[in-house]
Each structure stands twice: as structure tokens, then as C-alpha cells.
Antibody
Framework: VQLIQSGPEVKKPGAAMMVSCKVSGHIINDNYIHWVRQAPGKGLEWMGL????????MYAEIFEDRLIINADTSTGTVFMELSSLKSEDTAVYFCALSTVATRHIFDVWGQGTLVTVSP | SSELTQDPAVSVALGQTVRITCQGD??????ATWYQQKPGQAPLLVISGQNNRPSGIPDRFSGSTSGNTASLTITGAQAADEADYYCTSRDSSGNSVMFGGGTALTVL
């Protein structure tokens, strides 16, 4: 299984960003996809998850009002959109896959996507 | 507490044993999961559940829990083990995930 993420982006404050994560080598519907971010020099922060089987999402409370995670199951691609960007959203964003049986364990990770928020 | 607390930094002499800890009330209910992250790389799962190692993770890595403290033990640390280590667990609702602040391991 591989998770291939889209390339780096530079965004203005107040704009929205979208990062994609293509799952290859596995049926996307059989897993959960999570998003985790890491600000420069900082630790990991869980953002939310998607069950591509039924579209169920769960978001960390701090992102609830500006985070959307969805998927195109026909292409095996998951999308993470974060709106109303601030400079503090500058980070590397990772997607990660977990199985249905172990929903909260991230077995496979994408390579990460750097998003820079700058005026 | 709904937080996971890790020591920011730990060091170990080459070939010696080191224990990296993670404290949090939720660890009385949920197992910790441990990830290794080297500079510029994505995290890598090293220990999950009671003490499960994914294929390819050396058996010098082991996990345990006592009360509200989970531990990742590296028996016979190697230079390749120098990395940041993060614990995770479910939050008090059981639905979300929380990360510890991470421990930077130096192998001397």
C-alpha cells in the first residue's frame, strides 16, 4: 500500500488549501484515512479522519469549523481542505491509513505535503 | 487529563537500553501506539496494541503499559534508532486521536 500526496503549496492568509492523497495498492473503502500535520520544528497533530466507505468524518475540535475531508472512491483519492488559513497553518500535512479493525493506528503514511501560508 | 506527556529529550549510549515514556489518564483505558520519525521523513509505526511490532521493525523495540504510563523500550539501541518518538492514544471520547509532544532520542 502506498499513499501519494500532492505537491507543495503556498497560500495567502484567509485563503483555502486542498491536499490530495491517492491510495494505491489497496481498496480505499476498506480503510480509514487520517490527516495529521506538523508545524516547522513542532510535534504531530491529528486533524481528522474519513471513512471512505460511507463518508463518515470525524474532526479534531480545533478544526471542526474549517476542515473538510472527502474522497473520490472511483480514483482512490482522499482530499483534505482547510479554509480561513492563518500563518500558524504553515506545516507539513500527512495523510495516514488505518484499518477498520484498528481505526486509530496509522499503519501507512503519505510522504507529506508542505503548505506555506504567507502574505 | 486529556493530554499525553512525554519527556522532550532522552539520550542513550550505543548498545544500551532506553525507555521512552508517555503519561496520560487515557492510557488506563486505551493502549498507546508509538511512531518513530527521522528528520525529513514521515512517521513510521513501531509499536501498537499490547506490544505488537509491524513487519520490519526490529525486535529490540517493545512496548508496555503500567497504570497511566506507557513505555517504549529499545534494548540495545543502535545509531539508526536516533529519531523523534511519538506516542498516541484515543481521547476520552474514544473517537479522536491525540499525540504526545514527542521525545527526541539521541544515541551517544
Amino acid at each position: 500500500v502506498q499513499l501519494i500526496q500532492s505537491g507543495p503549496e503556498v497560500k495567502k492568509p484567509g485563503a483555502a488549501m486542498m491536499v490530495s492523497c491517492k491510495v494505491s495498492g489497496h481498496i480505499i473503502n476498506d480503510n480509514y484515512i487520517h490527516w495529521v500535520r506538523q508545524a516547522p520544528g513542532k510535534g504531530l497533530e491529528w486533524m481528522g479522519l474519513l471513512d471512505p466507505e460511507d463518508g463518515e468524518t470525524m474532526y479534531a475540535e480545533i478544526f471542526e469549523d474549517r476542515l473538510i475531508i472527502n474522497a473520490d472512491t472511483s480514483t482512490g483519492t482522499v482530499f483534505m481542505e482547510l479554509s480561513s488559513l492563518k500563518s500558524e497553518d504553515t506545516a507539513v500535512y500527512f495523510c495516514a491509513l488505518s484499518t477498520v479493525a484498528t481505526r486509530h493506528i496509522f499503519d501507512v503514511w503519505g510522504q507529506g505535503t508542505l503548505v506555506t501560508v504567507s502574505p | 487529563s486529556s493530554e499525553l506527556t512525554q519527556d522532550p529529550a532522552v539520550s542513550v549510549a550505543l548498545g544500551q537500553t532506553v525507555r521512552i515514556t508517555c503519561q496520560g489518564d487515557n492510557l488506563r483505558t486505551y493502549y498507546a501506539t508509538w511512531y518513530q520519525q527521522k528528520p525529513g521523513q514521515a512517521p513510521l509505526l513501531v509499536i501498537s496494541g499490547q506490544n505488537n511490532r509491524p513487519s520490519g521493525i526490529p525486535d529490540r523495540f517493545s512496548g508496555s503499559t503500567s497504570g497511566n504510563t506507557a513505555s517504549l523500550t529499545i534494548t540495545g539501541a543502535q545509531a539508526a534508532d536516533e529519531a523523534d518518538y511519538y506516542c498516541t492514544s484515543r481521547d476520552s471520547s474514544g473517537n479522536s486521536v491525540m499525540f504526545g509532544g514527542g521525545t527526541a532520542l539521541t544515541v551517544l
